[in-house]
Each structure stands twice: as C-alpha cells, then as structure tokens.
C-alpha cells in the first residue's frame, strides 16, 4: 500500500471514528477525499469487518444514503491495573466498551506469580466474553512504577516484591501472545480523567492519587508528562514529610512515607495508642475523634505543600485529587483550604470524577490510539490519537 493510501485510509478511520454514523458523501467533505476513494477505503474496511453498515440518512432531499460506524469487535484490547494490592483487569472493544472485568488480590510472592495472575484473569475476560483471543490485538499494563523506556523493566515500584528485577513487558507479552505496553498506573489516571472525567477540556493537568501510595500524572498541552527515564510525577519522593537520607524513605519516598496509607496508620497509632485501618480512621473522624481529625488535618496539610511544590513548576490550570484517600472529600475539602495560605494563586482543586475506573479508562484510550495507529496509521509522525468523542463514549456507557 502506498504511503498516499495509507494517510487517506486513517484519515478515513478518524472521521468514522469522530462522526459515526456518517455516509461516504459526508466523509468526502469530511476528508477532502475523492468519492471514488472513499468509496475504495471504506469498502475494503468493511471487508476487512473493522467498519459496518449501521443504517441510512433520514430527513434529506432525493435519495437516503447508507451510513457507517466502526466495527467495535474487530479487534480487542486487554486493560490492566496492577496495584500493590490487587490487580484489575479488563476487555475493551473498539468502542471503549468494557465487556468483561476480573479483579483479585494482587499476589503476595511478586514476580512472575504477578505476571501468571494477570495471565490467568485476563483470559478469564475472553472466556466470559466469548471473544476469540485471536482478537486481541494490544494488552495496556498500569504499573505502580516507573516504565523504564525502550524496555519492559519497571522501577520504583516498593509495593510489590521482586517487581523491579524481571522484563514484565516481555514475560507478559510471550504469555498472553500479543504486544504489551506498559505505562505508569497514574499517567493512565491522567489521560482518563482528562478524556472523560474531571480534566475535560482542561490541556495542562496535574492528577495526584494518594491512597497505599503516593504519584502524579502530569499533563501539559494535552500531552503526558513522563520525563527522560519514566519517573516525572514520582510525588512521593519528594524530599520533605520525613527524613529523605533515610534507608526507608530512599525505598518508597519521604513523602510517602508521610502521607501513604501506612503512614497515616502509623501516625494514627503514634496518637491514640492503638491501631485502625484507614477506613477507620475516616470514620472516626467523622465521629469526631480528636487523635483521627489531627491525622487527617495532618494529612491534608501536607498534601498542600505537596500541590503547591508541583504547581510551582508546571503551573497547571486544574489540580486533581484521586486514590482510595486523596479522592476523598474529607481530603480534598482540606487541600482546597489550606492551599491559599501558601500560594498566592492556587490552581483549581476538584476530586477526581472516575474513581477507581480512571486507570481503565486510560488504559483503554491509550490503548485504541495505539491499535488505530498500527491497524490504520501511517509511517509518520502523529500529532495525536485517534478516540471516539467524549460524549459519545460516556452515553454508551450510561446505557
């Protein structure tokens, strides 16, 4: 195929994909394409069954006109989200619809059990779904880490034994039997709340999750953030909320070590003499618990600092707060509070809208870009990926 047709056909891709259901006429005006090309693409996509009939025009003078839409189970992507403590994974099609989802505790023993378990769960979402793996074309892994680039090696990831000494990008992929892509667990958190959460419309974005750990996904531009090894938005190795020389800090972070579920446990013991889950600890506050209040006061102080530190060098319009206890309205209350006592000029500060599904739906939309790109794409540079519209995407969600 020459490079010509190779740049009308994903031009042709990305209109049905922003448009659908659109005709070939409306694809024409669309793409600035001759008819008698489109009329060539389409065919052979719909031959290929990545595109299909959908209906016809209504409401127009002479005669209707049949329409089309991507195929959304041409091809399947598997989304992992591996956090230290458990590991979720889903089947994604065409349309960023998720048919089937498995989640368990993430294995204790670390390594290779991790990589087997993610194995195991995500061909449990082909059996349910009755999809041929055949199919599945791209896996998308979520990693509480830094993806080292060009490898599949992670780093600075504590939380789960033995993580950091295996290739999990090529031990998953000669398991599973298709590409894999890894990326930072908060990075895909970022690029799904600015595709359909909290950070729509919004091009410069700083995510923060806070929940067993403690990380940042930045966005500037519209585009992620992820530095020269991987590492940018590593907040919990910030040097300050504990002794950053410490062995301890210099494994999981200073501030980590601070705000992270365990530090807040710990703060909470040092306190009231006996020991609660963080959930407790929640509760207790709200009951009014001196010791729980001055923790989660704590807490959020020190979350401020964390923001403004960030802020202070990416300067983003909006700050979002996310994880199991940095999404939480006791936290994020706080922050917003705290904030202009040590900033003139705070950004933004709002929860984050998608909760424990961001990382999905990042990975799923990072995924679809990728797999357009190497079904459709062309040899060149790309300023972008190609996703179905925002809107459409949560209506057939909603249904």
Known sequence: MTLSRQLSKQAVMAAILRCAPISRASLAKQTGLSKQTISEIVGQLEEDGFVTETGRTSGHIGRTAITYEVNPRAAFIIAVDLGGTKVRVALCDLACRTLAEEVAPTDKRGKLHVVEQIVGLARLTTKTAAVDTDRIRLAVVAVPGAPRPGSGHVVLAPNIPGFEEIDIGQAISARLGVEVVLENDVNLAAFGEHWLGAGRNVDDLVYIALGTGLGAGIMIGGELVRGATGAAGELGYLPFGSDPFSAEARRVG??????????????????????????????????????????????????????????????????????????????????????????????EVEAGQLGANATIVGATAIGLGLLHKSLFGAPVASTGISLPPADQVIAGVAE
């Not at 530090?263 to 009231?272: K, N, S, T």
């Not at 199991?324 to 509070?337: D, L």
């Open 254 to 347: 200073a501030l980590e070590r601070r705000v992270g579920m365990l530090g807040i446990e710990r703060r909470f013991r040092d306190l009231a003499g006996h020991a609660e889950s963080v959930p407790r600890i929640f509760d207790l506050a709200e009951a009014g618990d001196a010791s729980a209040r001055a923790v989660l006061d704590d807490t959020a102080t020190v979350m401020a600092r964390a923001v403004a530190a960030i802020c202070a060098i990416v300067d983003p319009v909006r700050v979002l707060l996310g994880g199991g206890i940095g999404g939480r309205e006791e936290i994020v209350s706080r922050v917003r509070e705290i904030l202009p006592g040590c900033m003139t000029r705070p950004p």
